[in-house]
Every structure is written in C-alpha cells, then in structure tokens.
C-alpha cells in the first residue's frame, strides 16, 4: 500500500470561505463540499497559490466555530463569472472537495 502524504492545511485566509460551505454525499456515498463565492483579488491569489502548492495532496479543513476536522481532495477550482458584489470582488469562484473523511486535526500538518 502506498504511503499517503500528510495533509496540507487549508490556509487561514481561505477558512472564511467554509462558512458558506454546502455537504452532501456522491454517486458512491462518498462526501463532498461545494462552495460558491464572491471573491477579491487577494483571496483570489490565494486560492491559485494553495491549488499549486496542493498537487495531489490531501488537504485538511478546519471548520469555523467548530472543532471539527475534515481531510480529502481539491478539486481544481473555476471561475463562475461575475460576482454578486462587483464593489469589493473580481469574480465568484467554485471550489469543491472530494473523498471529504470525518477526523482529528492532525498538528503535522503542512501549512502554506
């Protein structure tokens, strides 16, 4: 069995972005996180970076205002158009995780 790299966590800047996440289950059970949202230019640079940083890594969610912990996959993120609030935001933006798992933090995780 392959050794699966630790997780990376997702960067304190983004953890905001989890307020307005949406949960459900795939096809095959498996749990899954969709999150559409207006953006800036910062958070948006930031996404890129993480993305890029992330490459077939697992990536570890800390939920707000909860100790709960998640860790799966990121899918590659897109743009939607417009966003809603074009006063302070560039774009929306979709970011989506997969294979999401139920679990403790784990403090060894890499942070960008």
């Given at each position: 069995m392959p050794l699966r790299p630790p997780?990376?966590?997702?960067p304190p800047v983004l953890t905001p972005l989890l307020q307005e996440a949406q949960f459900a289950f795939d096809s095959n059970g498996k749990r899954v996180c969709r999150i559409?949202?207006?953006?800036?230019?910062?958070?948006?640079?930031?996404?890129?970076?993480?993305e890029a940083h992330l490459r077939r890594r697992p990536v570890q969610l800390k939920l707000p205002a909860s100790a709960e912990c998640m860790t799966g996959e990121m899918a590659s993120t897109f743009s939607l158009g417009a966003p809603s609030d074009r006063s302070r935001c560039i774009a929306k933006v979709r970011l989506s995780f997969y294979n999401l798992q139920d679990g403790e933090c784990v403090d060894g995780a890499e942070s960008d």
């Open positions: 997780p990376v966590d997702l559409d949202v207006d953006v800036d230019a910062g958070t948006l640079l930031a996404i890129h970076e993480f």
